[in-house]
């Protein structure tokens, strides 16, 4: 079972930029991606971005393309980032990760997020 951890977010004014960390622990399997998903209040669980273990293959939801970045610490292969600028009030959620992404959904375990709160 793998164990996850979300860390870095906070409050921050429409325009500011924060960067969450996801650090897994457990039996991770190489051939999933990693993704990072977001849950607003009211609103069901979405895709933000995920990153494959193998190739690193990228993908973003059309929502944050150009602004989100998502990278893997190779070093460590266990630890994956979202680098997000440029952040609006519509960001505003709470963020997981999921070391089981397939076809933008998130199939293993999950963290206890992280939240994000962008002013305006």
């Known amino acids: 079972q793998v164990h996850l951890v979300e860390s870095g977010g906070g409050l921050v004014q429409t325009g500011g930029s924060l960067r969450l960390s996801c650090a897994a622990s457990?039996?991770?399997?190489?051939?999933?991606?990693t993704g990072w998903f977001r849950q607003a209040p009211g609103k069901e669980r979405e895709f933000v971005a995920a990153?494959?273990?193998?190739?690193?293959?990228?993908?973003y939801a059309d929502s944050v393309k150009g602004r989100f970045t998502i990278s893997r610490d190779n070093a460590k292969n266990t630890t994956v980032y979202l680098q997000m600028d440029s952040l609006k009030p519509e960001d505003t959620a709470v963020y997981y990760c999921?070391?089981?992404?397939?076809?933008?959904?998130?199939?293993?375990?999950w963290g206890q997020g992280t939240q994000v709160t962008v002013s305006s």
């Open positions: 999921n070391t089981e992404t397939i076809n933008y959904r998130g199939f293993g375990s």
């Open positions: 457990g039996r991770i399997f190489s051939s999933f991606a």
């Open positions: 990153i494959t273990w193998k190739g690193g293959r990228i993908y």
